[in-house]
């Protein structure tokens, strides 16, 4: 028997899984308006059916945060990755590979919005966790390591150029 979307509730695990793939699927082909939306709408959903910490629930968002990325909502990325990284912290531990994942991610954000000290700060944490529990040849550990190498990079850039580096304070 063929199930059909209709046939199920809104908040059904099914559905919501469902238009999960399809938004991850709009994002991968490049429509991202498309997969913000569906996104959008399975986060809202989840919200009032899952607790904060639920698994699938941060996975959603997880996954809008990097379709806003993609969409250039850099404001809405980073609260949301915030929002998440906070929630993974309180509930897994250091060595997570989701709670990695997520720092690692909004260590990326934070330096391609220009936060080069909060970009460091959380990508050192990543590579410091990973070099416990990781070998020096894993992937994971050595993307991490050259994204917080390009971090160093480009606020030695901005010091030489004395551009905006992202470290200055509002005193």
Not at 49 to 75: C, F, T, W
Not at 83 to 99: F, G, K, M, Q, T
Not at 144 to 165: A, K, M, N, T
Request: with cysteine; proline share 3%; net charge negative.
């Amino acid at each position: 028997m063929v199930v059909i979307e209709a046939d199920l509730a809104e908040n059904h695990p099914h559905r919501l899984a469902s238009q999960h793939a399809l938004a991850a699927t709009y994002q991968s082909n490049g429509q991202i308006k498309e997969a913000v939306e569906l996104f959008e709408h399975v986060v809202a959903v989840e919200a009032d059916i899952l607790p904060e910490n639920h698994p699938d629930r941060l996975m959603s968002q997880h996954e809008l945060a990097l379709a806003y990325g993609a969409d250039g909502q850099v404001k809405e990325a980073i609260e949301l990755l915030e929002h998440v990284v906070a929630v993974r912290a309180s509930i897994l531990s250091e060595d997570h590979p989701n709670r990695l994942v997520s720092e690692a991610i909004l260590g990326i954000v934070y330096q391609n919005n220009g936060q080069t000290k909060e970009a460091i700060e959380m990508l050192e944490h990543v590579v410091a966790v990973q070099a416990v529990k990781l070998s020096e040849d894993h992937p994971d550990r050595q993307l991490s390591s050259v994204w917080l190498q390009s971090c160093y990079d480009r606020l030695e850039e901005v010091s030489v150029s004395g551009e905006s580096d992202g470290l200055e304070t509002d005193d």
